[in-house]
């Protein structure tokens, strides 16, 4: 399986050179230092937005053909989920069910040119206030959307920079960065540079600029999953299906919402009940990607059944695939999750897509069918003291679920809820 430092995005659009991870060579840094005109320090213009609606025309939004034109600057390099966008589906889902403040972060040049913009938000858990990015599990990436503005980022520029981010926010007793990329186009990521922690999981996708033979070697067993694809053929009208008007996203969205709740249940652990924001978020998101003609919902049908599908973003190039769900109770042995996701790296591919990419997660079935797996970081950040007993309380959670007690306990908790409920 490849391994290389990061998925590139320039101008929203990926470049999937496989590079190695940027450093700055002394020479280059000695030659920056010695420069009057450059300072390693420099001072920024910081405003902190709270709303989508007043930050600044720079900002990109998710459109059908890339970012659209951003004034007289250069386009950004970002991922779909710091878009105005995906932000205003936040804003209006996740944001009233945290009680979240958000915090939109420009940082710019002394006259004024952009440099990097972070969507940011502060909830209050157990009594802490804690800063993070607009995610809360439904963005595969967390960085600044990043300008090329001439800047060589080094750890120490970084550090200059959120420094001076610090003084623009609200106070925060700490600080959670998950889901970091390294790279944002050919541009490091300088909030990645202060990463403390490996993240939870790294991110895999499959390359589809490889010829169509090299692809399918790439994916586990895919002779049995041909052979299973027959089969449904000779049972009817096998078809893969993309969604194109409200009607035929809702009846996708329908069933996947209903199919994931049913392996929450199965599997003990907190559902839709626990989160109706996750519902609330999906709906709007649907309608709204929609009609910005990024949303991608496919569908693996047998005489007009579902049995699997998957909603997906698009931006240019890059495909997102963000959840896929599946009938496995009366099609399992047909394996459709799997049947669908060759269809779709196949039609994505005679598209001309060149990345179909699942997203964070280390589950079995990504590490056996992707190619490319992008290395992520997290960084954290004690600002109180309340911050730091936060931080403890986390660490000892977290010694406590991985023990086989709490292993045995956690399901039965669900089941007793779920009881007490019906």
């Given at each position: 399986?490849?391994?290389?430092?990061?998925?590139?995005?320039?101008?929203?659009?990926?470049?999937?050179?496989?590079?190695?991870?940027?450093?700055?060579?002394?020479?280059?840094?000695?030659?920056?230092?010695?420069d009057?005109?450059?300072?390693?320090?420099?001072?920024?213009?910081?405003?902190?937005?709270?709303?989508?609606?007043?930050?600044?025309?720079?900002?990109p939004?998710?459109?059908?053909?890339?970012?659209?034109?951003?004034?007289?600057?250069?386009?950004?390099?970002?991922?779909?989920?710091?878009t105005?966008?995906?932000?205003?589906?936040?804003?209006e889902?996740?944001?009233?069910?945290?009680?979240?403040?958000?915090?939109?972060?420009?940082?710019?040049?002394?006259?004024?040119?952009?440099?990097?913009?972070?969507?940011?938000?502060?909830?209050?858990?157990?009594?802490?206030?804690?800063?993070?990015?607009?995610?809360?599990?439904?963005?595969?990436?967390?960085?600044?959307?990043?300008?090329a503005?001439?800047?060589?980022?080094?750890?120490?520029?970084?550090?200059?920079?959120?420094?001076?981010?610090?003084?623009?926010?609200?106070?925060?007793?700490?600080?959670?960065?998950?889901?970091?990329?390294?790279?944002?186009?050919?541009?490091?990521?300088?909030?990645?540079?202060?990463?403390?922690?490996?993240?939870?999981?790294?991110?895999?996708?499959n390359?589809?600029?490889?010829?169509?033979?090299?692809?399918?070697?790439?994916?586990?067993?895919?002779k049995?999953?041909?052979?299973?694809?027959?089969?449904?053929?000779?049972?009817?009208?096998?078809?893969?299906?993309?969604?194109?008007?409200?009607?035929?996203?809702?009846?996708?969205?329908?069933?996947?919402?209903?199919?994931?709740?049913?392996?929450?249940?199965?599997?003990?652990?907190?559902?839709?009940?626990q989160?109706p924001?996750?519902?609330?978020?999906?709906?709007?998101?649907?309608r709204?990607?929609?009609?910005?003609?990024?949303?991608?919902?496919?569908?693996?049908?047998?005489?007009?059944?579902?049995?699997?599908?998957?909603?997906?973003?698009?931006?240019?190039?890059?495909?997102?695939g963000?959840?896929?769900?599946?009938?496995l109770?009366?099609?399992?042995?047909?394996?459709?999750?799997?049947?669908l996701?060759y269809l779709?790296?196949?039609?994505?591919?005679?598209q001309?897509y060149?990345?179909?990419?699942?997203?964070?997660?280390?589950?079995d079935?990504?590490?056996?069918?992707?190619?490319?797996?992008?290395?992520?970081?997290?960084?954290?950040?004690?600002?109180?003291?309340?911050?730091?007993?936060?931080?403890?309380?986390?660490?000892?959670?977290?010694?406590?679920?991985?023990?086989?007690?709490?292993?045995?306990?956690?399901?039965?908790?669900?089941q007793?809820?779920?009881?007490?409920?019906?």
């Open positions: 399986m490849a391994l290389i430092s990061s998925i590139q995005l320039s101008r929203g659009e990926p470049d999937l050179s496989l590079i190695e991870p940027a450093q700055v060579p002394k020479s280059e840094y000695l030659a920056l230092s010695s009057p005109h450059i300072s390693l320090c420099p001072a920024y213009q910081i405003r902190c937005f709270k709303s989508v609606d007043d930050v600044s025309g720079d900002w939004a998710a459109e059908k053909n890339g970012p659209g034109k951003l004034h007289s600057h250069a386009s950004p390099n970002y991922h779909i989920f710091q105005t966008t995906f932000l205003k589906i936040w804003e889902t996740y944001a009233p069910a945290l009680k979240a403040e958000l915090c939109l972060i420009e940082v710019r040049t002394e006259d004024g040119r952009p440099v990097m913009f972070l969507p940011l938000a502060i909830f209050v858990r157990n009594g802490t206030r804690i800063l993070s990015f607009t995610d809360q599990g439904v963005a595969d990436y967390n960085a600044p959307v990043l300008f503005c001439g800047m060589i980022w080094t750890r120490a520029q970084a550090e200059n920079v959120w420094q001076q981010i610090q003084k623009a926010l609200p106070a925060f007793d700490f600080a959670d960065f998950n889901n970091m990329p390294e790279k944002l186009g050919n541009l490091t990521n300088p909030i990645f540079l202060l990463a403390n922690q490996s993240n939870s999981a790294d991110s895999h996708a390359i589809l600029s490889h010829d169509w033979d090299r692809i399918q070697q790439n994916l586990v067993r895919p049995i999953i041909r052979r299973k694809l027959r089969r449904l053929h000779e049972l009817g009208d096998c078809e893969f299906f993309i969604a194109k008007n409200d009607a035929e996203n809702q009846a996708l969205l329908d069933f996947m919402l209903r199919e994931k709740q049913q392996r929450f249940i199965e599997t003990h652990v907190p559902g839709f009940e989160y924001e996750k519902i609330h978020y999906f709906n709007e998101a649907t709204v990607f929609q009609s910005a003609g990024v949303l991608h919902f496919s569908a693996l049908k047998l005489n007009g059944e579902i049995l699997a599908c998957m909603w997906g973003l698009v931006s240019g190039p890059h495909y997102y963000i959840m896929i769900a599946s009938n109770k009366n099609w399992a042995k047909y394996s459709p999750g799997h049947v996701h779709l790296i196949k039609d994505l591919k005679e001309g060149n990345c179909l990419d699942l997203g964070v997660g280390d589950e079935w990504k590490l056996q069918n992707c190619d490319l797996t992008i290395p992520l970081k997290r960084l954290t950040v004690c600002a109180t003291l309340r911050g730091r007993l936060y931080e403890v309380h986390k660490e000892v959670m977290s010694r406590l679920r991985a023990t086989s007690f709490w292993q045995a306990l956690r399901p039965l908790k669900w007793l809820i779920r009881g007490v409920k019906r």
